[in-house]
Nanobody, 121 residues
Framework: QVHLVESGGGLVQAGGSLRLSCAASGSIFRINSMGWYRQAPGKKRELVTFITSGGSTNYADSVKGRFTISRDNAKKTVYLEMNSLKPEDTAVYYC???????????????WGQGTQVTVSS
């Protein structure tokens, strides 16, 4: 079983910054891609950004130039640096990781419990 624990959410004024962290633990042979999703009230969960095991990144158009994803493979942790925050960034942010639990096993997706980010205008 894989556990993902997010931290770093909170309340910030528009234009401010926050840094989210997500640490993975449990039965992990290899972590493939890691990413961040968000879900605002009344809206579907959407992909914000992801990073592959090789370090390639992809961002939603709405956050390009403002958010930066990074990972520390030794710590099994992914980070999301969020700058120039806007009220429309308000959402619960979820960490996601595609993990190979043991050698030869298939890849399984895991989710964190979510962390609230609120941006006031």
């Amino acid at each position: 079983q894989v556990h993902l624990v997010e931290s770093g959410g909170g309340l910030v004024q528009a234009g401010g910054s926050l840094r989210l962290s997500c640490a993975a633990s449990g039965s992990i042979f290899r972590i493939n891609s890691m990413g961040w999703y968000r879900q605002a009230p009344g809206k579907k969960r959407e992909l914000v950004t992801f990073i592959t095991s090789g370090g390639s990144t992809n961002y939603a158009d709405s956050v390009k130039g403002r958010f930066t994803i990074s990972r520390d493979n030794a710590k099994k942790t992914v980070y999301l640096e969020m700058n120039s925050l806007k009220p429309e960034d308000t959402a619960v942010y979820y960490c996601n990781a595609d993990v190979t639990p043991v050698p030869g096993a298939g890849v399984m997706g895991s989710w964190g419990q979510g962390t609230q980010v609120t941006v006031s205008s």
